[in-house]
């Protein structure tokens, strides 16, 4: 065969990305929040295009992902858990969870407590929350839930989403969730830390825009001021 007869090799994703057509490593919000995320992800969200919950761990400072395992956490996940310097609770709807300010009140109060001149075991620094959450689609979050003992031990905290979800990239979803970035963008937002909320839920749509335009294989780079 010519040379000039070989068929074109097809284009290469991008190896951070994951994108072929639509680059959009330079619209990734560098998020300047402190708070600690890990991701407990379900082996089928892996290999997922539409997963969102990557992006996180490249937005957010302490965010750390993890293969979720059924009988016993990952080892370094279990260090995480470990660490007296961490108060672990598990983001997951349940009839007892507690709200973002009730967790706060409650490290607090916790705090205040153990720093009384009665207290020998006083401890200098208030503990800080580490938030755990499950990536996956919600029927395989519910399971990932149920089928862990180990996960049993932990706080339930919950948020009131303020608005409906803007995720369109699967469907059979039930009509009140979010989509992993979306529930950390609100869990920020409860914290009162809304630059970083908005610049995540600004990326989710361009995000979204990029998946599909890359689909149709259409060329183009994103930025964050596109």
């Known amino acids: 065969m010519n040379v000039s007869q070989q068929p074109e090799e097809s284009p290469r994703p991008c190896p951070d990305c994951g994108l072929v057509y639509q680059c959009i ?5 560098r ?23 990557r992006w996180l761990v490249h937005a957010l400072p302490q965010c750390q ?6 009988k016993q956490p990952d080892v370094q996940f279990q260090q995480q858990l470990d660490d007296p310097r961490f108060f672990p609770v ?25 720093t009384q001149p009665h207290n020998h075991q006083t401890q200098q620094h208030q503990l800080v929350p580490h938030f755990i959450l499950l990536d996956g689609t919600w029927q395989e979050a519910r399971k990932m839930e149920r089928k862990s003992a180990w996960l049993a031990t932990l ?23 979010l989509c ?31 998946l599909q335009a890359d689909k149709n294989r259409t060329p183009g780079r994103w930025d964050s001021n596109r």
């Not at 998020?31 to 919950?53: M, P």
């Not at 992902?65 to 059924?70: D, F, G, V």
Request: charged share 20%; aromatic share 6%.
């Open 155 to 177: 706080p339930r905290v919950q948020i009131t989403p303020n608005a409906a979800s803007s995720y369109r990239l699967r469907r059979n979803q039930q009509p009140d969730s």
């Open 180 to 210: 992993t970035l979306e529930v950390v963008a609100t869990l920020l937002e409860q914290r009162g830390e809304t630059k970083d909320a908005q610049a995540l839920k600004d990326f989710l749509h361009l995000f979204m825009d990029a």
């Open 31 to 53: 998020c300047t929040s402190g708070i600690k995320l890990s991701l407990l992800i379900h082996e089928r969200e892996i290999n997922r295009a539409t997963n969102t919950g």
């Open 90 to 114: 598990l983001l997951f709807p349940a009839p007892h969870a507690l709200t973002v300010d009730e967790l706060c009140a409650q490290i607090h109060s916790e705090h205040k407590h153990q």
């Open 25 to 29: 490593c330079q619209a990734i919000p």
């Open 65 to 70: 992902p993890y293969l979720w395992q059924r």
